[in-house]
């Protein structure tokens, strides 16, 4: 099935004066019905993004695209997009039910129209019979379901959502997630999600992508970025990670901690300097003989759900595992991997250089 791209930043770049750089030529495609995370830390450019497709703010240079169509001075209220802000922004002194229709009124949208979308609006977010409700009367996930009523009941063709769940407490947060995600798939329209949570990312989205001082380091599925790390900040920003220098000694061999082992990467070239990642949870305590790598436990704490113990190898590298076996602050043990668990990243390595070298290992394999 062909993909149909609703929005397109093309070498877009937003400066707010003459020294400071927020987007740094971008550029990027979104596909129509997919839920996008823009993912990043503080100050990284992703609500500016979310503002340059919302029209609240104009691109030094560069052009966006909107159903093929340029819209770099088509005003924020002729664009078919609404926004979830952080706060909500609901008005205090009127009800859930005006709350939700303030954008029907001001379009002058006749009653017997606004009282069925309103309804609607309300029923797709579990708020039937709350019309009446006062918002100071409601908790943090409804007054964020109310926000997103009001969104939606203007029938945008994209919606964007900046840290709406940023307020919620853990719990709430959690159950929010899955609503959203839900109503997402049950509208079908294109929602794009500011988070700095790597977690709320890979749970909820479609496609990811990671910015770092204004570029996109990395964009792909949550399994891609996860599991095929660009570079070292991606593989620290998402999920925890082993970074380790090593050397890869020809296709299918790299050389870390003192070791060569098997693993899966190729198409760098022989000797070069690299560094491996391998995930915590992907690390099997076994005894000392036994390892691949051999550790000493410097600190242990339990999670709940595992233990996360800090070790170090005899090159002082430092190891953190996720097990469900407890160990000895003070013990030596080993540790044993998969070949699939080592990632190789290249020094350097672009997007687009990186995404080559992807396409090599499928066409390898499909040739094996």
Same mark, same amino acid.
């Not at 088509?74 to 979830?84: E, H, M, S």
């Not at 959502?161 to 329209?189: F, N, V």
């Given at each position: 099935?062909?993909?149909?791209?609703?929005?397109?930043?093309?070498?877009?770049?937003?400066?707010?004066?003459?020294?400071?750089?927020? &987007?740094?030529?971008?550029?990027?495609?979104?596909?129509?019905?997919?839920?996008?995370?823009?993912?990043?830390?503080?100050?990284?450019?992703?609500?500016?993004?979310?503002?340059?497709?919302?029209?609240?703010? #104009?691109?030094?240079?560069?052009?966006?695209?909107?159903?093929?169509?340029?819209?770099?001075?088509?005003?924020?209220?002729?664009?078919?997009?609404?926004?979830?802000?952080?706060? =909500?922004?609901?008005?205090?002194?009127?009800?859930?039910? %005006?709350?939700?229709?303030?954008?029907?009124?001001?379009?002058? *949208?006749?009653?017997?129209?606004?009282?069925?979308?309103?309804?609607?609006? &309300?029923?797709?977010?579990?708020?039937?019979?709350?019309?009446?409700?006062?918002?100071?009367?409601?908790?943090?996930?409804?007054?964020?379901?109310? /926000?997103?009523?009001?969104?939606?009941?203007? #029938?945008?063709?994209?919606?964007? &959502?900046?840290?709406?769940?940023?307020?919620?407490?853990?719990?709430?947060?959690?159950?929010?997630?899955?609503?959203?995600?839900?109503?997402?798939?049950?509208?079908?329209?294109?929602?794009?999600?500011?988070?700095?949570?790597?977690?709320?990312?890979?749970?909820?989205?479609?496609?990811?992508?990671?910015?770092?001082?204004?570029?996109?380091?990395?964009?792909?599925?949550?399994?891609?970025? =996860?599991? #095929?790390?660009?570079?070292?900040?991606?593989?620290?920003?998402?999920?925890?990670?082993?970074? *380790?220098?090593?050397?890869?000694?020809?296709?299918?061999?790299?050389?870390?901690?003192?070791?060569?082992?098997?693993?899966?990467?190729?198409?760098?070239?022989?000797? %070069?300097?690299?560094?491996?990642?391998?995930?915590?949870?992907?690390?099997?305590?076994?005894?000392?003989?036994?390892?691949?790598?051999?550790?000493?436990?410097?600190?242990?704490?339990?999670?709940?759900?595992? =233990?996360?113990?800090?070790?170090?190898?005899? /090159?002082?590298?430092?190891?953190?595992?996720?097990?469900?076996?407890?160990?000895?602050?003070?013990?030596?043990?080993?540790?044993?991997? %998969?070949?699939?668990?080592?990632?190789?990243?290249?020094?350097? #390595?672009?997007?687009?250089?990186?995404?080559?070298? &992807?396409?090599?290992?499928?066409?390898?394999?499909?040739?094996?």
């Amino acid at each position: 099935m062909e993909k149909e791209v609703i929005i397109r930043f093309d070498n877009v770049t937003k400066r707010y004066d003459s020294d400071t750089v927020v &987007l740094d030529h971008v550029s990027f495609e979104i596909e129509r019905g997919k839920f996008y995370t823009l993912l990043g830390p503080s100050g990284c450019g992703k609500t500016t993004i979310l503002r340059l497709i919302a029209g609240f703010t #104009e691109a030094s240079e560069g052009d966006i695209y909107f159903n093929g169509k340029r819209i770099n001075q088509v005003p924020a209220n002729k664009r078919q997009v609404n926004t979830v802000f952080q706060d =909500y922004a609901l008005f205090p002194h009127l009800n859930v039910y %005006e709350n939700v229709a303030f954008g029907l009124r001001i379009k002058k *949208v006749k009653q017997a129209e606004v009282d069925r979308r309103v309804k609607e609006a &309300l029923r797709f977010v579990n708020l039937s019979g709350y019309e009446n409700r006062e918002i100071t009367e409601m908790s943090g996930g409804q007054r964020q379901r109310v /926000a997103i009523a009001r969104a939606i009941v203007n #029938e945008p063709e994209v919606i964007l &959502l900046d840290e709406p769940l940023s307020a919620l407490d853990l719990k709430l947060r959690t159950e929010m997630q899955y609503e959203l995600r839900d109503l997402q798939k049950r509208l079908g329209i294109t929602f794009i999600f500011v988070t700095h949570d790597q977690e709320e990312a890979l749970a909820m989205s479609d496609e990811i992508f990671v910015l770092h001082e204004g570029r996109i380091e990395q964009s792909g599925t949550p399994t891609d970025i =996860y599991d #095929e790390p660009i570079n070292r900040f991606v593989a620290d920003f998402i999920g925890e990670s082993n970074i *380790v220098p090593g050397k890869m000694i020809k296709d299918f061999e790299v050389e870390f901690a003192g070791k060569v082992f098997e693993c899966v990467d190729q198409g760098l070239n022989p000797n %070069e300097s690299v560094e491996v990642v391998i995930r915590p949870e992907d690390l099997e305590i076994t005894s000392w003989d036994k390892g691949k790598i051999q550790v000493k436990v410097d600190s242990q704490l339990f999670r709940g759900v595992h =233990y996360e113990m800090l070790c170090y190898d005899e /090159a002082k590298n430092e190891w953190l595992v996720h097990s469900t076996k407890k160990a000895i602050v003070g013990e030596e043990i080993g540790l044993n991997f %998969e070949p699939e668990a080592i990632h190789v990243m290249r020094l350097g #390595e672009t997007e687009e250089e990186f995404d080559k070298r &992807l396409e090599s290992y499928q066409e390898a394999r499909h040739e094996q």
